[in-house]
């Protein structure tokens, strides 16, 4: 689990999530990566919010009220997870059920 904030330059350029989950100004992101024995999926947090400047920033820190929303996030981030994770689990099924038929 990542501690602190991912810096802008940290993430790989073009990649993006394959699901975003929103409820206000909060927001989780899910990405995906492919593991040895299929895909790993991990979720990040963000708040947004505009500077003085009126540019829309992102913040990774969390006031007392953005925690039940948050929480909320976290458990619809795990419910979409374990559905595409069964989606990928029979997918692998019917491709070895092809395969030994072939």
């Known amino acids: 689990m990542t501690t602190g904030p ?3 330059d940290d993430k790989p350029k073009g990649n993006s999530p394959v699901h975003e989950i929103a409820d206000g100004p909060l927001r989780a992101a899910i990405w995906q990566q492919e593991g040895e024995y299929g895909p790993l ?10 500077d003085k400047g009126g540019d829309c920033k992102d913040s990774y820190s969390f006031g007392p009220d953005d925690l039940l929303p948050l929480g909320e996030l976290a458990r ?4 979409w997870i374990k559905q595409r994770r069964r989606a990928d689990r029979e997918a692998r099924r019917e491709d070895e059920a092809e395969m030994a038929t072939a």
């Open 6 to 8: 991912a810096a802008a």
């Open 41 to 50: 999926y991990s979720v990040t947090f963000c708040r947004g919010y505009k």
């Open 76 to 79: 619809d981030a795990r419910a």
